[in-house]
């Protein structure tokens, strides 16, 4: 008899990937089921970034193993999209390594850092990875409660009450995944002195800077950082990238160096063509940021719109690919009034306990539906 992993008994199977399955039974089934549950954006890249891959592909090395590094070229590119956007210097050489994809960087990160027993500091509500991740390298999650009273931030003197002595690592998210709070680079700077203080490695996951924010940060700004902090970021959302899993993590060599003893033994370099294509993208203007976020500003009038026929609040001021409601008064499971409107009205958006039990009281609709399917949803109510 052959059993699994012991560290499988902690960990289920991604939310969405099993309702999904499920969705796409009933669209097989003729249902015309329209998914507004994931943030997988449905725009296109730039064509120069599609053009670049195109190019790449008749390169003499295009079909060989890359360096675990990825390109020169390409961590220079995404040093001088750090400088350009966010005002923060690194270093492409030692400060910077490609990721195929943040979601990679979250597993590396943990494996490079936590020993079996070690705490981690788990944001509630907040992306379901982390603490799967925890679970799988035999870590103790330690989640610190958001909540919209504080606008989805740390509450520190709840957290200077905990018993920190075991806590190695902390995963912030700004901007906030699900709830599109922004964050502030103050709150940037107590998170630091926090870390500083508690020996805790922080790390802030940043993908969605650059979706509906006229205000782009990074935790990186914040004077003496690097010490304690590193951050990821994604070309997915801002590029329309998603399928082609091109991230990075960015801090102090030495935390770098660490994380890529772990991705050099995991995978054997990312592909030649998308790193070119990386490169161009990340060469994008305002204009690029401009044009998507007019499409996304249409998109979420519509979702506010149909939040309010479903009786739902949410804040007009929130930012990045999602709008995150709270359920109308007498409602009191989300995923039983997300089950509600999939079987009665055809229609799939994410309960928000599956970011955590502060999630319970809340949707959150994706903004990745083209606004024609946002109205067709409109008029079945």
Same mark, same amino acid.
């Given at each position: ?13 991604y ?18 089921? *329209?998914?507004? +549950? ?14 670049? $891959?195109?190019?790449a592909?008749?390169q003499p090395?295009?079909h ?15 040093a ?9 210097m $690194? ?28 705490? /981690? ?23 610190? %409660?958001?909540k919209? +009273? ?8 709840a ?54 924010? %006229? ?14 902090a ?18 990075? /993590? ?8 660490? $994380? ?12 030649y ?41 949410? %804040?007009?001021?929130s ?14 499971s ?13 229609v799939? *958006?994410?309960? +928000? ?12 609709f ?7 399917? *946002? ?7």
């Amino acid at each position: 008899m052959i059993t699994t992993a012991r560290r499988l008994d902690h960990v289920q199977e991604y939310y969405f990937s099993r309702k999904l399955r499920e969705v796409r039974a009933l669209q097989s089934a003729g249902k015309p089921v *329209i998914n507004m +549950g994931i943030g997988s954006p449905d725009l296109a890249p730039a064509t120069a970034v599609m053009e670049a $891959v195109q190019k790449a592909m008749l390169q003499p090395m295009a079909h060989q193993y890359q360096s675990y590094q990825g390109l020169p070229e390409l961590r220079e590119a995404m040093a001088h999209f750090y400088s350009r956007n966010f005002h923060v210097m $690194v270093n492409p050489d030692s400060e910077i390594l490609p990721l195929m994809g943040s979601k990679e960087g979250i597993l590396h990160i943990a494996m490079a850092f936590l020993n079996e027993g070690d705490g /981690v500091l788990i944001p509630n509500p907040g992306y379901p990875t982390y603490a799967s991740v925890a679970n799988l390298v035999g870590a103790e999650s330690v989640f610190y %409660d958001l909540k919209a +009273g504080r606008n989805w931030e740390p509450d520190f003197e709840a957290l200077e009450k905990q018993d920190l002595s075991n806590v190695k690592l902390m995963w912030v998210s700004y901007p906030h995944m699900p709830t599109g709070a922004t964050g502030s680079l103050e709150l940037f700077e107590k998170l630091v002195a926090f870390a500083k203080k508690h020996h805790i490695l922080l790390v802030n996951d940043n993908p969605y800077s650059f979706i509906l924010n %006229d205000n782009p940060q990074s935790i990186l700004q914040v004077e003496g950082a690097k010490e304690v902090a590193l951050e990821l970021n994604s070309l997915s959302k801002t590029f329309n990238m998603a399928g082609w899993r091109v991230g990075m /993590v960015l801090g102090e060599s030495k935390l770098i160096q660490a $994380v890529l003893k772990v991705k050099s033994n995991m995978d054997s370099g990312m592909f030649y063509g998308i790193q070119k294509g990386a490169i161009e993208a990340l060469k994008s203007d305002a204009a690029w940021f401009g044009q998507q976020n007019e499409i996304y500003t249409q998109r979420r009038q519509l979702v506010f719109e149909l939040a309010q026929k479903l009786n739902c609040t949410y %804040d007009e001021n929130s930012v990045g690919l999602f709008v995150w409601a709270k359920l109308p008064e007498g409602e009191t499971s989300a995923e039983a009034f997300v089950d509600r409107l999939l079987y009665d009205k055809d229609v799939f *958006i994410a309960p +928000g306990t599956i970011f955590g039990s502060n999630g319970e009281g809340y949707i959150r609709f994706s903004l990745c539906v083209e606004e024609a399917k *946002i109205k067709e949803i409109l008029n079945r109510f």
